[in-house]
């Protein structure tokens, strides 16, 4: 059975990281970074990449739902593959219930090197507003804007230089009144999504039936 992923540039560093320990994996589909700020236009990329796809038997996209952006989708002639994580941080921690229970705990803004490489992101709005509006005024800005959390809190995946990018972002954690920390990342879902183990902790919706997110794996069994 043929396979093929789709994944997101944000977690490149990881999905590589994951790829070069195992034997085969399937061949990869970049999306571009960026899109996850608009769900629509995220949709509309990734079902013209699935169109794409004739020739296959699973697709699988190493995706969270971001935003709702997964709703919908639909494959012809393929079975569609989704963990069922809310986004990318979900799965870099290992699942939705890793995220609540750290939230619980101490409500964080999650960054790694892939966000602050690829995305629009928060450090690009500092920087920029540091520059139209100076220090005392950004500092009012992003205090206020970040001040429902407790935690800058960086995911240590094992990719790239957690302290470099702490020290890259200090200035912006002490404007915002944060603590930064940093937690482990369990990059287990993203090693089953390529090894073609996809248990419950996977969407599997069939040909020819549209993404739903509250769709049921024990209803897609009674078919």
Request: aromatic fraction near 8%.
């Given at each position: 059975?043929?396979?093929?992923?789709?994944?997101?540039?944000?977690?490149?560093?990881?999905?590589?990281s994951?790829?070069?320990?195992?034997?085969?994996?399937?061949?990869?589909?970049?999306?571009?970074?960026?899109?996850?700020?608009?769900?629509s236009?995220?949709?509309?990329?990734?079902?013209?990449?699935?169109?794409?796809?004739?020739?296959?038997?699973?697709i699988?996209?190493?995706?969270?739902?971001?935003?709702?952006?997964?709703e919908?989708?639909?494959?012809?002639?393929?079975?569609?593959?989704?963990?069922?994580?809310?986004?990318?941080?979900?799965?870099?921690?290992?699942?939705?219930?890793?995220?609540?229970?750290?939230?619980?705990?101490?409500?964080?803004?999650?960054?790694?090197?892939?966000?602050?490489?690829?995305?629009?992101?928060i450090?690009?709005?500092?920087?920029h507003?540091?520059?139209?509006?100076?220090?005392?005024?950004?500092?009012?800005?992003?205090?206020?804007?970040?001040?429902?959390?407790?935690?800058?809190?960086?995911?240590?995946?094992?990719?790239?230089?957690?302290?470099?990018?702490?020290?890259?972002?200090?200035?912006?954690?002490?404007?915002?009144?944060?603590?930064?920390?940093?937690?482990?990342?369990?990059?287990?879902?993203?090693?089953?999504?390529?090894?073609?183990?996809?248990?419950?902790?996977?969407?599997?919706?069939?040909?020819?039936?549209?993404?739903?997110?509250?769709?049921?794996?024990?209803?897609?069994?009674?078919?």
């Amino acid at each position: 059975m043929r396979t093929v992923g789709i994944a997101c540039r944000t977690i490149e560093d990881e999905i590589n990281s994951v790829g070069k320990v195992l034997s085969d994996i399937c061949p990869l589909i970049w999306i571009e970074s960026g899109l996850h700020n608009y769900p629509s236009r995220l949709r509309d990329r990734l079902q013209e990449e699935i169109d794409k796809l004739t020739d296959v038997d699973n697709i699988v996209l190493i995706f969270g739902y971001c935003g709702n952006s997964v709703e919908g989708l639909l494959s012809t002639n393929a079975q569609l593959v989704i963990p069922k994580v809310d986004d990318c941080i979900s799965m870099l921690l290992g699942g939705n219930e890793v995220r609540l229970e750290v939230s619980r705990q101490r409500p964080s803004y999650y960054l790694t090197d892939g966000w602050l490489r690829y995305e629009y992101n928060i450090f690009q709005e500092y920087l920029h507003c540091q520059e139209k509006y100076g220090s005392v005024r950004t500092q009012r800005i992003f205090g206020a804007m970040l001040e429902h959390y407790t935690t800058l809190n960086f995911i240590d995946t094992g990719t790239y230089s957690v302290e470099q990018l702490m020290a890259q972002t200090a200035e912006l954690a002490t404007a915002a009144n944060l603590q930064q920390e940093v937690i482990s990342g369990n990059l287990t879902l993203i090693a089953k999504a390529l090894r073609g183990e996809w248990d419950e902790d996977f969407l599997k919706v069939p040909p020819g039936v549209p993404v739903h997110i509250g769709y049921s794996v024990h209803k897609e069994e009674d078919r």
